[in-house]
């Protein structure tokens, strides 16, 4: 079982927990760029930034179980398409440190609710190879509530201000921690009286 910090991630470029560069445009998504985070292996790299903060391409490569070679390809293709950039401040000497660029979990929602949808996966595929313990801190359910978009707006942020309080929980090496994943979707739907 891997050992880590509980990381947020979003699909809104509102997010505050999201360690990117503070200048940089958000910009939209062509069919270039789509086809540049098409793959998976391209996302895992992109994705571990976005979590983690600047880092190396050996970094997530280590964590990813890829070569240093084929991250920091993967890393520059990325950039090509203009979701990563270099943090030079964060290097020393020839070491090539990159971020993900402000905004960038908010350009591929497709791409980071179909990471989603292959965690929970996975989860569901392996939950019974997990100690009981974990089992049972498990949790999947969903709500369905009656809200207006300030209220959802208001709702989100208080979930946000929660997880964020958990962060100075952070057990760190104690026997039984581990790494969560959380996902959030509020997102409204049409009722069939709506509908019709």
């Not at 998504?29 to 895992?44: H, N, T």
Request: glycine fraction near 10%; aromatic fraction near 4%; proline fraction near 7%.
């Amino acid at each position: 079982m891997r050992r880590g910090r509980c990381r947020g991630s979003s699909a809104t470029p509102s997010s505050r927990a999201r360690p990117e560069s503070p200048d940089h445009e958000v910009r939209g998504l062509d069919a270039r760029s789509l086809r540049g985070l098409a793959r998976p292996l391209r996302m895992e790299p992109l994705d571990a930034l976005r979590r983690g903060g600047p880092a190396t391409a050996s970094q997530p490569a280590a964590r990813l179980g890829e070569s240093s070679g084929a991250t920091g390809h993967h890393l520059r293709r990325s950039a090509a398409h203009g979701f990563v950039e270099d943090a030079p401040e964060h290097g020393e000497g020839r070491e090539r440190w990159w971020r993900a660029v402000r905004g960038a979990a908010g350009l591929f929602p497709h791409e980071l609710a179909g990471q989603h949808t292959r965690e929970l996966a996975t989860w569901l595929g392996t939950r019974d190879d997990w100690p009981e313990d974990w089992r049972r801190a498990s949790d999947l359910s969903d709500w369905t509530l009656n809200l207006t978009p300030a209220l959802a707006q208001e709702l989100i942020e208080k979930m946000r201000d929660l997880l964020e309080s958990y962060r100075a929980l952070d057990p760190g090496d104690t026997p039984d921690a581990g790494q969560v994943r959380l996902h959030t979707h509020v997102l409204p739907t049409r009722t069939d009286r709506e509908a019709g």
